[in-house]
């Protein structure tokens, strides 16, 4: 175990995961952040799912908490802010990991549902989770939010524009929020994944398309300049984790591209 998150009581939002073969970033991140020191909070709307990271997180003598939250109702944001502060007394990192893209079109195709419910689910969190905890970490005069958004928010997406505006607005957000919150030591950043293979991807892919996963993953490695393989769940963590932690005391409003340079191709 480490210490670089020693004492920290953190929030990960979206840490449960699609059933797959290879780990989802909240999961990773959630058990990264446990192996650091922090008592880990681990929200899902599937309560199984994430009792199941806390089980892993246990099995390597950490600490954490399972709590069904639904995080496009405000109610249910407040409620788990509410209980959060009553067991530990304060929050150091909120980690908004909470994301979709299944239904996303262009716009021709796009159905207004399906742009709602994008929009919810990925950009509405965001604020509602955010809403609750900054004025805890106000109270305390700290505190680290680490958004998860996408390369998507600033590379060419053909057919997922609710997914792509969607991911621009938390970057947006982000850095609005880094902003107005500095003077009462609260830092904000944001990660953007590029390809990476974890189920929600790979799953969703073979799920729609029909496709075998060996060549949904063949097919992916190819477009990542480095080393012409995806990313995994346990990238994005530990990119959290240097966000989260004291190390990155100075840096707030950042947007950083974890994609194996592949954004780096918009010049």
């Not at 079109?105 to 994008?118: F, K, M, Q, S």
């Not at 097919?219 to 990119?239: C, E, F, N, S």
Request: contains cysteine; hydrophobic residues 45%.
């Amino acid at each position: 175990m480490g210490n670089r998150l020693k004492d920290k009581v953190a929030i990960i939002a979206g840490a449960g995961q699609t059933p797959g073969d290879t780990i989802g970033n909240g999961r990773a991140t959630a058990i990264v952040f446990a192996r650091e020191g922090a008592r880990c909070v681990c929200v899902d709307r599937r309560l199984d799912s994430a009792q199941d990271t806390c089980t892993m997180i246990e099995k390597e003598g950490g600490e954490a908490i399972a709590m069904e939250t639904d995080v496009t109702r405000a109610a249910d944001c407040k409620r788990l802010a509410e209980a959060c502060v009553r067991k530990f007394g304060r929050i150091d990192i909120l980690h908004n990991n909470v994301g979709i893209g299944a239904g996303d079109a262009g716009v021709t195709h796009l159905e207004e549902t399906a742009w709602d419910r994008i929009f919810t689910t990925n950009l509405k969190s965001v604020y509602l989770m955010c809403r609750e905890v900054i004025p805890v970490m106000r109270r305390q005069g700290a505190g680290s939010i680490v958004n998860i958004s996408s390369i998507a928010a600033i590379c060419a997406m053909n057919g997922m524009l609710a997914y792509k505006v969607s991911k621009a607005g938390v970057n947006s957000i982000t850095h609005q929020m880094a902003m107005a919150n500095a003077k009462y030591g609260i830092r904000v950043n944001a990660i953007m994944p590029g390809l990476m293979d974890t189920p929600m991807a790979i799953e969703g892919i073979v799920q729609a398309r029909g496709i075998p996963k060996d060549k949904v993953r063949a097919a992916r490695d190819a477009q990542v300049p480095l080393g012409a393989k995806m990313g995994t769940g346990w990238d994005i963590a530990y990119a959290a984790l240097f966000l989260a932690s004291d190390e990155a005391r100075f840096i707030t409003g950042v947007v950083l591209p974890v994609d194996g340079g592949q954004s780096g191709r918009i010049g």
